[in-house]
């Protein structure tokens, strides 16, 4: 796993407003490490209306969160631009859709070499001048999160990895024996390709990559949120305890009565308890 660079930026595709003085988002294409284009996006943050006392405020300025979605998404789908919006409340936003996924290039290993784009879309979130960088990340995502984290000390002021798994190769739900048949089957990755616009590398992981639970460890100091739902389908409770536990007193557990998994089913109100968090832990 490189440790070097993040690599590049190409041309971006939306330029900056120079008529408001704004920044207007930035759409373009990133580029891992190890050469695969990353569709991103870069949205800055948003002029929020307070009711009380009846004023405007801007998003702080110096704040970043950097999303990393789950399998099957996409920077374009419509549960990752809501987490987007949401937190634009308290922050700029960089978005972008893993390798395999959407507009970007190459094919998905499922979290293994992830962690190389959810790095470029950092250093370029840096680029914008933002002093702190708060990742999220949800459901494979999450697990993305936590390896960058343990593998890039620092890089990140504070780390929330929703609907995360804490080991590998788990099957003990119907949700995950099914995605498991999508990865490892020939019939599921042509479900993958042209049912779920995801493409998924057919070679089985060598080295298996450091586990969720073995790197949040190394993710200390740096702030660390888990958050998961008591109805979660694919992960039950004891993926987001065994994190905690790891993690020790630099982690927070959050359990949410009534959630399922990752985008979809955090709403608006979690959200926005999140994005109040990370301004608040990331110093």
């Given at each position: 796993?490189s440790?070097?660079?993040?690599?590049?930026v190409?041309?971006?595709?939306?330029?900056?407003?120079?008529?408001?003085?704004?920044r207007?988002?930035?759409?373009?294409?990133l580029?891992?490490?190890?050469?695969?284009?990353?569709?991103?996006?870069?949205?800055?943050?948003?002029?929020?209306y307070?009711?009380?006392?009846?004023?405007f405020r801007?998003?702080?300025?110096?704040?970043?969160?950097?999303?990393?979605?789950?399998f099957?998404?996409?920077?374009?789908?419509?549960?990752?631009r809501?987490?987007?919006?949401?937190?634009?409340?308290?922050?700029?936003?960089v978005?972008?859709?893993?390798?395999?996924h959407?507009?970007?290039?190459?094919?998905?290993?499922?979290?293994?070499k992830?962690?190389?784009?959810?790095?470029?879309a950092?250093?370029?979130a840096?680029?914008?001048?933002?002093?702190?960088?708060?990742?999220?990340g949800?459901?494979?995502g999450?697990?993305?999160?936590?390896?960058?984290?343990?593998?890039?000390?620092?890089?990140?002021?504070?780390?929330?990895?929703?609907?995360?798994?804490?080991?590998?190769?788990?099957?003990?739900?119907?949700?995950?024996?099914?995605?498991?048949?999508?990865?490892?089957r020939?019939a599921g990755?042509?479900?993958?390709?042209?049912?779920?616009?995801t493409?998924?590398?057919?070679?089985?992981?060598?080295?298996?990559?450091?586990s969720?639970?073995?790197?949040?460890?190394?993710?200390?100091?740096?702030?660390?949120?888990?958050?998961?739902?008591?109805?979660?389908?694919?992960?039950?409770?004891?993926?987001?305890?065994?994190?905690?536990?790891?993690a020790?007193?630099?982690?927070?557990?959050?359990?949410?009565?009534?959630?399922?998994h990752?985008e979809?089913?955090?709403d608006?109100?979690?959200?926005?308890?999140?994005?109040?968090?990370?301004?608040?832990?990331?110093?």
């Open positions: 796993m440790n070097g660079p993040a690599g590049h190409a041309r971006s595709t939306v330029r900056p407003n120079s008529e408001t003085g704004r207007a988002p930035i759409r373009t294409f580029h891992s490490t190890d050469g695969i284009p990353i569709d991103s996006v870069y949205d800055p943050g948003a002029v929020v307070e009711s009380v006392p009846d004023t801007t998003a702080s300025r110096d704040l970043v969160f950097v999303i990393a979605h789950g099957t998404g996409e920077v374009d789908r419509p549960h990752v809501r987490v987007a919006r949401v937190l634009r409340r308290h922050g700029a936003v978005t972008f859709s893993f390798r395999g959407g507009r970007s290039g190459g094919r998905s290993t499922v979290g293994d992830e962690v190389l784009d959810l790095a470029a950092v250093a370029w840096r680029g914008f001048g933002h002093a702190r960088v708060v990742t999220v949800f459901s494979m999450g697990s993305v999160v936590l390896r960058h984290a343990a593998l890039y000390p620092r890089t990140a002021d504070a780390v929330v990895a929703v609907s995360a798994p804490a080991r590998w190769y788990y099957r003990g739900t119907a949700p995950m024996r099914r995605l498991h048949w999508l990865v490892t020939p990755r042509l479900v993958g390709r042209y049912g779920l616009r493409r998924i590398h057919h070679r089985e992981w060598d080295p298996v990559p450091l969720p639970a073995e790197a949040v460890p190394r993710i200390a100091p740096v702030p660390l949120l888990i958050v998961h739902g008591d109805r979660d389908g694919y992960f039950p409770l004891d993926h987001p305890r065994m994190l905690a536990e790891a020790g007193e630099h982690g927070e557990l959050w359990i949410e009565p009534g959630m399922g990752a979809n089913a955090a608006d109100a979690l959200l926005a308890r999140i994005g109040d968090w990370a301004a608040t832990a990331a110093g």
